[in-house]
């Protein structure tokens, strides 16, 4: 009976949680060229709490016909039931500039054409180790030092067009560098790549990312309230943009690390 009660509690603060969501996205929704249908699918990606100032944020990540859309991300910050719209890189207009949203070659292909466009060596083996929904892991001898998970999303190409492509990283063998790369759905032409090993630190006598977020999200700020309510932000080229010819502002809250800087 308890663990009955404490699921239903549980199930019905995410429901008050997904309502705020929602409720602050519609609000802010007109004033960024955003309509009702580019907003009205989306997911949390990622939650935060900030014990010192009992702040929760969410990363609530765009979706078009259950896909994914790569760095649509907001940030949504929650205190006392009242939301706060901290940062936005939704797609305005995204039911239009849609092109694709299936794929025509396989996870497995994508892997493959990746690899060649790298010019990387083929794996001497690659053996898929799971697989669900639009994820699948792979194991890649001879090409990835860790497993490789290739995920069905859409991306935004420079020219506004919206593609279906497979999202997958490869870590090479020589680690001199750890490949982010979206690879087209339907033709396997590499669209998008990045180096995860020159923008990431694990730190000392770590030799393994795995565990760590590495995507790049690049915000448009919005009005963000006095800092006593959410804490101090910054619009800046934050990690893992090197400069502004790698990549845009975003808004980072409360970037500070407690531990180091009491």
Same mark, same amino acid.
């Given at each position: 009976? $308890?663990?009955?009660?404490?699921?239903?509690? =549980? /199930?019905? /603060?995410?429901?008050? =949680? !997904?309502?705020?969501?929602?409720?602050?996205?519609?609000?802010?929704?007109?004033?960024?060229?955003?309509?009702?249908?580019? %907003?009205?699918?989306?997911?949390?990606?990622?939650?935060?709490? +900030?014990?010192?100032?009992?702040?929760?944020?969410?990363?609530?990540?765009?979706?078009?016909?259950?896909?994914?859309?790569?760095?649509?991300?907001? %940030?949504?910050?929650?205190?006392?039931?009242?939301?706060?719209?901290?940062?936005?890189?939704?797609?305005?207009?995204?039911?239009?500039? %849609?092109?694709?949203?299936?794929?025509?070659? /396989?996870?497995?292909?994508?892997?493959?054409?990746?690899?060649?466009? $790298?010019?990387?060596?083929?794996?001497?083996?690659?053996?898929?180790?799971?697989?669900?929904?639009?994820?699948?892991?792979?194991?890649?001898?001879?090409? /990835?030092?860790?497993?490789?998970?290739?995920?069905?999303?859409?991306?935004?190409?420079? +020219?506004?067009?919206?593609?279906?492509?497979?999202?997958?990283?490869?870590?090479?063998?020589?680690?001199?560098?750890?490949?982010?790369?979206?690879?087209?759905?339907?033709?396997?032409?590499?669209?998008?790549?990045?180096?995860? %090993?020159?923008?990431?630190?694990?730190?000392?006598? *770590?030799?393994?990312?795995?565990?760590?977020?590495?995507?790049?999200?690049?915000?448009?700020?919005?009005?963000?309230?006095? *800092?006593?309510?959410?804490?101090?932000?910054? !619009?800046?080229?934050?990690?893992?943009?090197?400069?502004?010819?790698?990549?845009?502002?975003?808004?980072?809250? +409360?970037?500070?690390?407690?531990?180091?800087?009491?």
């Amino acid at each position: 009976f $308890l663990f009955l009660s404490f699921s239903i509690v =549980n /199930s019905l /603060s995410a429901q008050d =949680n !997904n309502s705020i969501l929602q409720s602050v996205i519609n609000e802010k929704a007109s004033a960024y060229n955003l309509s009702s249908n580019d %907003v009205k699918s989306w997911g949390i990606t990622d939650t935060h709490e +900030d014990k010192s100032t009992g702040i929760s944020y969410y990363y609530i990540t765009q979706k078009h016909q259950g896909l994914f859309v790569h760095n649509a991300i907001s %940030v949504i910050a929650i205190k006392d039931q009242k939301a706060y719209l901290t940062a936005n890189n939704f797609v305005s207009k995204l039911e239009e500039k %849609v092109e694709t949203t299936t794929a025509t070659i /396989s996870a497995k292909e994508a892997v493959l054409s990746a690899a060649s466009a $790298l010019g990387l060596q083929f794996p001497r083996r690659i053996t898929e180790k799971q697989s669900k929904e639009n994820h699948h892991v792979f194991s890649a001898e001879g090409l /990835s030092k860790e497993d490789i998970n290739v995920r069905l999303k859409l991306f935004l190409s420079n +020219d506004e067009s919206i593609r279906a492509v497979w999202d997958l990283d490869i870590y090479q063998m020589n680690q001199e560098h750890w490949w982010h790369v979206r690879v087209d759905a339907q033709t396997g032409e590499l669209l998008d790549q990045t180096d995860w %090993v020159s923008q990431c630190n694990v730190g000392p006598g *770590s030799g393994s990312h795995a565990g760590h977020n590495h995507t790049i999200e690049e915000f448009t700020s919005f009005d963000i309230p006095n *800092s006593s309510v959410l804490g101090a932000s910054y !619009n800046v080229f934050a990690i893992p943009v090197e400069s502004p010819s790698h990549g845009a502002r975003s808004i980072v809250v +409360d970037p500070e690390n407690l531990s180091a800087s009491p």
